[in-house]
Each structure stands twice: as structure tokens, then as C-alpha cells.
């Protein structure tokens, strides 16, 4: 168990429509980074949070928003879903010896 | 340019091969670099976490680091079925900062 909490496992839904994804970090960590992994492209960074504020925007869409909660939980809002959304969407925080330790993930599938 | 590039492979070996795994990058300014390893639709799990150039050995693993060539390794010795998975390397230039991957190397080891 890595402590980072990613719900739901699994989402299935329609073009055109808007989920949001939930992370919960590892206890006491400040940090948040949500990555996008596809098939044909691998990990992709979209956004960092720190401590409730934005910290680093990568190649994440108009069509998408996140934000940090107090509590530090954080969600990933995918609105106006296309087929090319499809993909895992990884959530992590700080690992203890340096780098990354990443949720379980939510698989995305936009039918 | 990518800043990471990583051969996709498909790699498969023998079991009780030495396999070796490589990334090279472009950023000069890289100096954290991380392995994971991901098996099938599964969150990456942290392997070896180094800073700078040089060697780091973590039981059958072994991460080289060699930044005046842009250029990283990570070793399998004995390898196993249970080491098959995908492995992605990782870098930064600051611990703070995002992480950036290569697509990820797909080893199989064959009993």
C-alpha cells in the first residue's frame, strides 16, 4: 500500500460528459501531482498542487481543472469527455526516499 | 525533442538473465533519477531513487547514472518472471519540481 487513495477504479461514461477524479495523498504529505498514462504516450504530468496552492501546470487541457482541498485531498475535474480521454489517470505525493509514489489510478474509459 | 527517451522494446529474456535497461535525456540540468517499475494497468511502484552520476545497488538492482553522456541504466541480475513488467525511468532537476518519464520498456522474462 502506497497511502496515496485514488477512487474510483473505474469510471465508464459518455462523450460530452464531466466526472471528477479523487486523490487523498500519503498522511502528512503536502503534495499533489496528477499524471495522465495512455497507450501511446505514456506518462504525461498535468498538474502539481502544494499545500492548497497550484504549483506546476503541465500539458493539461482547458477541458480540465483540479484543485487542493484543505483536508489536502485533491480532485481531477474532466469536463466535456472525448474518446481521446480514455486513459489512466494517476494520482501521487512525495515518496519518503525522494521522487513519486503513485496511487492504484482511476481507468477512464469515454464511450 | 522528448526530454526523455526510453527504448519501448519489447524486451524478453531468459530467467537468470542480466538485463539492462537505459534512458537517455537532453536536459543538462537533471540531477534526481528514478526507476519504477509498473506491471499491467497497475500504479508505478518505486525501484531506485539516485542523485548525480554514479552507481546505486539495491539487492539484484543496480541504477548507474552517467551525466556527462545524458545517459542512465538500470541492471536486473537473476532476473525473474516476477520482474516482468514495464520499467520507466524518471528525472528532475529539482525534488520539488515534476518528474519527467520515459514511455517505459516492457520486459518479459521467460521461465
Known amino acids: 500500500d502506497s497511502g496515496v487513495t485514488q477512487t474510483p477504479k473505474h469510471l465508464i461514461t459518455a462523450t460530452g460528459q464531466r466526472v471528477t477524479l479523487r486523490c487523498s495523498p500519503r498522511?502528512?504529505?503536502?503534495?499533489v501531482y496528477w499524471y495522465q498514462q495512455s497507450l501511446d504516450q505514456g506518462l504525461q504530468f498535468l498538474i502539481q498542487y502544494y499545500n492548497g496552492e497550484e504549483r506546476a501546470k503541465g500539458n493539461i487541457l482547458e477541458r480540465f481543472s483540479a484543485q487542493q482541498f484543505p483536508d489536502l485531498h485533491s480532485e481531477l475535474n474532466l469536463s466535456s469527455l472525448e474518446l481521446g480521454d480514455s486513459a489512466l489517470y494517476f494520482c501521487?505525493?512525495?515518496?519518503?526516499?525522494?521522487?513519486?509514489?503513485f496511487g492504484s489510478g482511476t481507468r477512464l474509459t469515454v464511450v | 525533442q522528448k526530454e526523455v527517451e526510453q527504448d519501448p522494446g519489447p524486451l524478453s529474456v531468459p530467467e537468470g538473465a542480466i538485463v539492462s535497461l537505459n534512458c537517455t535525456y537532453s536536459n543538462s540540468a537533471f540531477q534526481y533519477f528514478m526507476w519504477y517499475r509498473q506491471y499491467s494497468r497497475k500504479g508505478p511502484e518505486l525501484l531506485m531513487y539516485?542523485?548525480?552520476?554514479g552507481n546505486k545497488e539495491d539487492g539484484r538492482f543496480t541504477a548507474q547514472v552517467d551525466k556527462s553522456s545524458k545517459y542512465i541504466s538500470l541492471f536486473i541480475r537473476d532476473s525473474q518472471p516476477s520482474d516482468s513488467a514495464t520499467y520507466l525511468c524518471?528525472?528532475?532537476?529539482?525534488?520539488?519540481?515534476?518528474?519527467?518519464f520515459g514511455t517505459g520498456t516492457s520486459l518479459t522474462v521467460i521461465p
Open positions: 498522511s502528512g504529505d503536502l503534495s
Open positions: 501521487a505525493s512525495s515518496h519518503p526516499v525522494g521522487g513519486y509514489t
Open positions: 524518471a528525472m528532475s532537476a529539482n525534488t520539488g519540481n515534476q518528474f519527467y
Open positions: 539516485t542523485y548525480s552520476s
